[in-house]
């Protein structure tokens, strides 16, 4: 199957209506029919500011980045950015194709899942 691997970068500390957004994210792409997703926490990066952040002893609530993944069709992709952008949610993003399939699916699997 053809769709994009999909992913979303916010500081682990940012909120949306008092939802994490990372958690936000995951929930939205479940409502949405999304068949999976996937968060993960930075153990140290820089951003626009060029300032590195590292996971230390001491609590960095909300400097480090988490990454929200998803494997999805072009049209999940596109349904998922413009719920992002009616709710004025400030990401960045990356989009790269990808092709996808399950080895040795299950019958219940639907043709073309992933």
């Known amino acids: 199957m053809n769709g994009c691997f999909l992913r979303f970068y916010a500081h682990d500390g940012q909120r949306h209506h008092g939802t994490l957004v990372w958690e936000w994210l995951l929930k939205s792409a ?11 926490r930075a153990m140290a990066g820089f951003g626009r500011h060029h300032v590195l952040r590292e996971q230390t002893f001491f609590e960095l609530a909300g400097s480090l980045a988490i990454e929200v993944e998803f494997i999805v069709t072009d049209a999940e ?15 960045f993003y990356a989009r790269t194709p990808a092709d996808f399939a399950i080895v040795n699916p299950d019958p219940e699997d639907r043709p073309g899942a992933a």
Not at 31 to 38: E, T, V
Not at 80 to 91: A, F, P, S, T, Y
């Open 30 to 40: 479940s409502a949405l029919g999304i068949r999976g997703g996937s968060a993960f």
């Open 77 to 91: 992709a596109q349904q998922l950015l413009e719920q992002v952008e009616r709710e004025g949610i400030r990401l």
